[in-house]
């Protein structure tokens, strides 16, 4: 079959896609077809085939394995930023006992997860989506793929299907953040790393080590590199807070009398509501708390003021987890150290501040933050017209304006990125269900003629301000401050409302009498 359609935007022609230059000889239809097999596409797919045991799916892959950032990120001490009774899956609780974990660890829960349920077996590795198309005289998506075979062959396979979800992440997998960082291309003769690439033989042992950073990566980083090198030293430009906390949690009586999934399940519930808390104490009393914290963990000889005492509210930016005070306990040891002030220069062996102070390095590691894209690389087309993410307002902090039977799974950015991607599932599936009911072929979100929407006044992403947010934040949808044209907020808000609220404020419905039956349903998710 010939895919060899006129694309038009405005009556200019734009460059043919791949799919109108070749033929396409089948094209491969499932009722959902989940892109990414990272812990959003993992609980997007246990969602639909929970709720639609009758409809079929596919998960495609880009990566040869499943995981996603789990999979990707291999650099020393890698473990969650979030605790794991939040960030794993409600229907299948984290099951140990620490909340916070390594990489190995939350990549064996996923798979785990992932076989117990089947959905391992509907998982297609070394899928990568190169372009979706939205055709309303078709009511429907289709997707060509780039689909990996042996060695380095690969082959054009095309879907087709009738809704798409997009949860890839809003990072760039292939290429990080770069670091700013005056001679440190021209002059250092050392080891540069990045933590998102992290090479197999990277050597660090007995050497000196800088890490450029103070983010949840960078504490995360120091005390597992502290174990093997001679020195660490954190460079931050400001510091960041950090919160120690006890990685284990005690056994209460209450669980004796109660069977081990309702224990955990009674455990996520506690987390939950411990993190709805903590994030809605104001910032004068989370402040001294913080400072608190801190202060009883830190050595006599490093002061809290400056390399400690961030200038903006807590909350502004993610509060690095310390589990079981690692981080502190290395500083303690003498086997790392802080550095604050802006960089001058990097020399051949050393990181020179404004201040004058030099910190001699090896190794350097660029712990600086990702790199935004959001989407992925996947051109997406509306009736010929290719669509842009950064033009457009996010429904509900799921869905797109002017972007047909399409959602976008995301997190939240200061709360479990697993919570806001179960509160997208739920909404998606609530309003198939919708669909199916009402006998719609698609579902549009609108902003009437009439209706002026203005962006939300929050600086960064949902209020988060961290350097790489800033950065970045001009390539992500537009957020407004008012429903439903607002982004991810609060989890038990827009749970409740996932579940029981208004969903069809703001969309524009076609019956599908206009074009056909009820088709398939597609769900595109990283």
């Not at 299948?92 to 829960?109: F, M, Q, S, T």
């Not at 987890?321 to 960089?343: S, W």
Request: some cysteine; glycine content about 8%; charged content about 20%.
């Amino acid at each position: 079959m010939k895919m060899n359609e006129a694309m038009t935007t405005g009556g200019q022609a734009r460059r043919d896609s791949v799919i109108s230059r070749h033929d396409v000889p089948e094209i491969v239809e499932h009722d959902l077809l989940i892109i990414g097999a990272g812990i959003s596409g993992v609980n997007m797919a246990y969602r639909f085939q929970e709720r639609f045991p009758h409809m079929s799916y596919r998960v495609l892959e880009a990566r040869q394995d499943i995981g996603g950032t789990w999979d990707l990120m291999r650099y020393p001490g890698i473990r969650s930023d979030s605790d794991l009774y939040t960030f794993g899956f409600e229907w299948r609780p984290w099951p140990e006992r620490i909340p916070i974990a390594g990489g190995d660890k939350i990549l064996k829960y996923m798979k785990d997860s992932a076989a117990e349920f089947g959905i391992d077996k509907k998982i297609c590795l070394g899928s990568t989506v190169l372009e979706a198309k939205w055709s309303s005289k078709r009511q429907a998506w289709t997707l060509a793929v780039q689909q990996a075979r042996t060695g380095s062959a690969q082959e054009l396979r095309y879907y087709r299907a009738k809704f798409l979800v997009y949860a890839s992440g809003f990072y760039d997998y292939q290429k990080p953040m770069p670091a700013v960082i005056p001679g440190l291309k021209e002059n250092f003769m050392g080891q540069v790393y990045h933590p998102q690439f992290w090479p197999q033989n990277a050597n660090y042992t007995g050497k000196k080590v800088a890490v450029i950073g103070s983010g949840a990566t960078a504490i995360t980083l120091i005390p597992a590199l502290a174990r093997l090198a001679a020195k660490v030293v954190m460079v931050q430009r400001s510091p960041t807070y950090i919160m120690s906390m006890n990685n284990s949690v005690a056994y209460q009586w209450w669980e004796r009398f109660l069977p081990i999934a309702l224990q955990q399940r009674i455990r996520r519930l506690m987390f939950v509501l411990m993190s709805a808390i903590m994030t809605r104490i104001p910032a004068s009393w989370m402040r001294p708390f913080l400072k608190r914290n801190t202060q009883r963990a830190l050595p006599k000889h490093i002061p809290y003021d400056p390399h400690f005492k961030p200038t903006y509210a807590p909350f502004s930016q993610r509060v690095c987890l310390c589990p079981d005070g690692d981080f502190f306990e290395a500083l303690r040891e003498g086997k790392a150290d802080v550095a604050t002030g802006e960089i001058k220069t990097v020399t051949e062996d050393s990181i020179i501040l404004k201040s004058g102070q030099r910190i001699e390095a090896d190794v350097i590691i660029t712990a600086t933050g990702l790199n935004l894209m959001f989407g992925g690389k996947v051109a997406m087309y509306v009736d010929g017209r290719l669509m842009k993410w950064n033009e457009k307002y996010m429904w509900r902090g799921a869905g797109m304006q002017d972007f047909p039977n399409c959602a976008i799974v995301r997190g939240y950015t200061k709360a479990s990125w697993t919570l806001g991607a179960d509160v997208t599932a739920y909404l998606v599936c609530r309003l198939i269900s919708h669909m199916e009911k009402e006998g719609l072929s698609s579902a549009t979100p609108k902003v009437a003629q009439k209706e002026v929407i203005l962006p939300t006044k929050q600086p960064g992403i949902g209020g988060l301000t961290s350097t790489y947010i800033m950065r970045g934040k001009d390539a992500l949808p537009r957020e407004s401050d008012r429903t439903p044209w607002n982004g991810r907020e609060d989890y038990l808000k827009e749970l409740w409302h996932a579940k029981y609220g208004n969903i069809t404020q703001g969309v524009h419905f076609t019956p599908s009498g206009d074009y056909g039956i009820y088709g398939n349903i597609m769900f595109l998710s990283r």
